[in-house]
């Protein structure tokens, strides 16, 4: 019998299983894909360029990223995320105009920067949406839809689901300019396989778990077998939580999950450029988002990437002829793409059975109600993973849980 069964082999759960082993712990590691790493999943294109199937940016606060990376000697990128007014279209009504062009734009972002800076994390705000916050305000409708498409991005929800309070603790946590400024060279999920590396023989993949009793310890497997140990480390998402633990606590079944995935294409080259954008576009059709994932790296091709949000944007995504419909609308936008359009990559996190969703997005009343059981002991079994962590949706959170888990069972 090990010492502690780790469930889930992504960020948090390796992070947990390194810090335990390095503690002397005899730990094992459950997981349920053939690979490790979870949400952090780099596709290689066969010229070598990349684009992330799930997390890509590293702020330039998230420190424990930065940390590991550091530790294991993994090189960041350092990108200059500014939007640029000028390079950046806005895509309403089948019309696709320049950013900068909208007068309207930039004082109603000014006054929505302005309302989400008096959000504060507190109770105050618990019970209240962005939905309510956008209302307060006399935007006009193409700023409703270019600020609610950066909403659905960040929350991979409508804003009526996402609660004041959780935007002001997302809002607290960012540091001005520092947003989404990293990615690793050679992919984010060299940072899993780092992790992996230094608990070489502990990780038992395609293992995939099927229920946990947290009282005892008992981790019943698919295929069958059951296994015990003193502590459980329970790191896998939010809504895969909810099946395998039977006694889950209400307040912790009751939080929403983002939905939505992702396309990436690669182009011949990088057309865009030939018509002055840098790839950017914010639209109000159901693929919602797209930028260039191959802005820091090198190459004649060029890779654009959608961020599939929000209800439509999970519909779109579970298409398998999703792909080619974003091809042609890149040919809409960037007349010429289509007859450079090369392999494409497709991932629809919500109907994936190990996430199925995006990551957590708290709506009004969530947060209060699921922090107790995120941070206590249940029986035998913790739990970790981005949701257990004030950097919810993001690698940062991940690591950040596994390592306080870890902590928690070293004593
Ligand atoms: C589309 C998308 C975009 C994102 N963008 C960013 C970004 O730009 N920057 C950023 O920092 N973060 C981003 N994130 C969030 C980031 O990916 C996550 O916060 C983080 O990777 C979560 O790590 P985790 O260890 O908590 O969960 P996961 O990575 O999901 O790991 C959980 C593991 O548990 C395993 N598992 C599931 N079920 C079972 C079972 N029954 N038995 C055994 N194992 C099981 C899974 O296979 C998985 O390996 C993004 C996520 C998505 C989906």
Request: proline fraction near 0%.
């Given at each position: 019998m090990p010492d502690v069964i780790v469930i889930g082999a992504g960020l948090a759960g390796l992070r947990a299983a390194v810090d335990l082993t390095a503690a002397g712990a005899d730990v094992v590691v459950l997981e349920a894909?053939?690979?490790?790493?979870g949400r952090v999943w780099t596709h290689h294109f066969t010229d070598g360029q990349l684009a992330e199937r799930g997390a890509e940016f590293i702020d330039g606060n998230h420190t424990e990223v930065l940390a590991s990376a550091a530790r294991y000697g993994l090189a960041l990128t350092d990108r200059d995320r500014e939007l640029d007014p000028q390079a950046t279209l806005v895509d309403a009504a089948g019309r696709a105009v320049p950013y900068h062009l909208h007068a309207s734009l930039a004082d109603d972002w000014k006054a929505w920067d302005a309302a989400l800076a008096a959000l504060q994390p507190t109770e105050e705000f618990e019970y209240r949406s962005l939905a309510a916050t956008l209302d307060s305000l006399q935007l006009s409708a193409l700023s409703r839809l270019v600020i609610g498409r950066d909403i659905r991005t960040e929350f991979m929800l409508p804003p009526e689901h996402v609660s004041q309070r959780f935007a002001a603790e997302i809002a607290t946590r960012r540091v001005a300019g520092q947003r989404e400024r990293h990615r690793i060279v050679g992919g984010n999920d060299r940072l899993a396989h780092a992790l992996a590396a230094q608990i070489a023989g502990r990780i038992r993949l395609a293992t995939p778990v099927r229920s946990i009793d947290a009282d005892t310890g008992a981790v019943a497997l698919r295929a069958g077998d059951v296994l015990q140990a003193a502590a459980v480390v329970m790191a896998v998402p939010l809504p895969v939580l909810t099946r395998l633990w039977p006694d889950i606590p209400a307040g912790l079944a009751g939080v929403s999950y983002g939905i939505g995935g992702k396309i990436s294409i690669q182009f011949?080259?990088?057309?865009?450029r030939d018509y002055g954008r840098n790839g950017t576009v914010l639209s109000d059709r159901a693929w919602g988002h797209l930028w260039e994932t191959t802005d820091d790296q090198e190459g004649d091709a060029g890779v654009l990437t959608s961020l599939m949000a929000s209800h439509d944007g999970a519909a779109l995504a579970a298409l398998p002829e999703a792909p080619d419909q974003l091809v042609r609308e890149a040919d809409r936008l960037f007349p010429g793409a289509k007859g450079l359009a090369g392999e494409r990559v497709h991932t629809d996190w919500t109907n994936d059975p190990y996430s199925l969703g995006a990551y957590t997005c708290f709506g009004p009343g969530q947060w209060k109600n699921a922090q107790a059981a995120l941070h206590t002991a249940h029986g035998r079994m913790w739990v970790a993973g981005e949701h257990a962590d004030g950097f919810s949706g993001f690698m940062e959170g991940a690591l950040r849980s596994g390592a306080r888990a870890a902590a928690a069972i070293n004593g």
């Open positions: 894909r053939d690979r490790v790493g011949q080259r990088r057309i865009w």
